[in-house]
């Protein structure tokens, strides 16, 4: 039996995958309301196709509970946050739910832990709660997750993934419980490997955004488009540029180049200035939306909205989003009147001046900067009327009315 400890964005559907391919799972979290509305038969999350996935592994014979069991493998997928001021990962939900594990986890376990982590992580911090439990008989194994919200559910059967082990034959047996649902390639390696792959796959993307905001920049100081400049790069066979956009949120590639910076400070220069570049586009919307209203005559910041609040497309996630970050330095600048906020994803008040309703978030508004690129507005722009648009993803096309980074 497999007890999947932590069932939120990565645990919830993992949990769920596996039950619906024949292994016996026990989804535990200790968040009591969490696992109460799981038991009443609900998600807890919006994505695509998780409604469905839940449905085969409730059939399955899935359960969830608060409590923590005695089986002979754990899974544990709880939150690992950076600390503001070290930069350095925290990994007190780990820690903290590796000891639990311990207080039931007999003899031969398996313990893995399918957190990102920052490299060293599971010796400095994870070893030392075996030891201390006077236990030497737990099998540790590292299993970090790569999948995307928006197309979890797909990415869990596709994805390649990767295995972080002491004893390589524990490895293939865990490498086994991947397989009951995962397609893809599966490559066993020792767990510092592992740890080190995952932060290096975020911190790949982060750098790689970086650059595309920058030449953002750039295009517009110099008076350039960058898209085009993008698109016609991009025919080079080597160059493959991402899309410059407002920011970067979420759980993983805003948070995992951190634990780099805060373990290797004199050396992951390049790391760290990506950080600091991608950081710095929420004020670079900022300046741009002021810019644009300075010159269309706007001079009245209730008159503008913010479309779209989750840190991408299509998913109810909020962390680090770029909205957030740059409400918050709105409110740095003491922005009199907050913009209206809109997001058909979310449906909790978490803005100020946060309306449900796109008319009501359209209505009196003489400007809308988009945020983010949902499927509701992508290629769209009638949406808005012939309001000015700041199109921060660039999914509105090239109207004259809208205006891009
Ligand atoms: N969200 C993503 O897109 C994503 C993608 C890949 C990897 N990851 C990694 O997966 C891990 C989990 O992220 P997430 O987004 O699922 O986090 P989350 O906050 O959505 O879920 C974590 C869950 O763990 C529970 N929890 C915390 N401590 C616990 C404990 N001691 N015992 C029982 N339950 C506990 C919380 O109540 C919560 O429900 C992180 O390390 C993250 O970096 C996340």
């Given at each position: 039996m497999v007890n999947v400890i932590g069932l939120g964005y990565i645990g919830l559907p993992t949990a769920l995958m596996m039950a619906s391919h024949g292994v016996e799972v026990v989804g535990t979290d200790y968040d009591s309301e969490l696992v109460a509305t799981l038991n009443e038969g609900r998600t807890t999350f919006k994505e695509e196709g998780l409604d469905e996935l839940f449905a085969e592994a409730i059939k399955a014979g899935i359960t969830f509970t608060t409590e923590y069991q005695v089986c002979d493998t754990y899974i544990v997928s709880v939150p690992t946050p950076y600390d503001k001021q070290t930069k350095k990962i925290d990994s007190a939900y780990v820690v903290a739910a590796m000891k639990s594990v311990l207080e039931v986890a007999p003899d031969g376990a398996i313990v893995v832990i399918e957190s990102t982590v920052s490299p060293n992580t599971i010796d400095r911090f994870v070893r030392p709660v075996i030891s201390d439990a006077g236990r030497s008989d737990v099998n540790l194994v590292h299993a970090p997750e790569r999948i995307i919200p928006g197309n979890m559910v797909y990415e869990l059967l596709h994805n390649n993934r990767t295995i972080g082990a002491d004893d390589p034959s524990v490895g293939e047996m865990v490498k086994e419980i991947y397989a009951s649902f995962c397609q893809a390639e599966i490559t066993v390696t020792d767990i510092r490997t592992a740890e080190m792959t995952k932060v290096v796959e975020n911190t790949y993307r982060d750098i790689n955004i970086a650059f595309a905001n920058e030449l953002a920049k750039i295009c517009h100081v110099g008076g350039m488009d960058v898209y085009e400049v993008i698109r016609i790069a991009n025919k080079h066979p080597r160059v493959n540029i991402l899309s410059p956009g407002p920011g970067v949120g979420g759980h993983c590639i805003s948070v995992d180049p951190w634990f780099l910076v805060g373990d290797f400070p004199e050396t992951a220069n390049f790391i760290r200035l990506a950080r600091h570049t991608n950081d710095s586009m929420p004020e670079w919307v900022l300046e741009r939306a002021l810019e644009i209203m300075r010159a269309k005559g706007i001079?009245?910041?209730?008159?503008v909205g913010i479309y779209g609040i989750t840190?991408?497309?299509?998913?109810?996630d909020v962390r680090e989003s770029p909205t957030l970050q740059m409400l918050e330095s709105m409110e740095h600048h003491l922005v009199a009147d907050p913009c209206r906020v809109y997001d058909p994803?979310?449906?909790?008040?978490?803005?100020?001046?946060?309306?449900?309703?796109m008319d009501e978030f359209l209505d009196g508004l003489e400007m809308v900067i988009v945020m983010v690129g949902h499927s509701q507005i992508k290629g769209r722009p009638e949406l808005f009327g012939d309001r000015i648009l700041l199109d921060t993803r660039n999914v509105l096309g090239n109207g004259d009315n809208v205006f891009k980074l």
């Open positions: 001079d009245d910041a209730s008159k840190y991408k497309e299509d998913v109810d994803w979310v449906d909790n008040d978490i803005a100020p001046n946060q309306v449900h309703d």
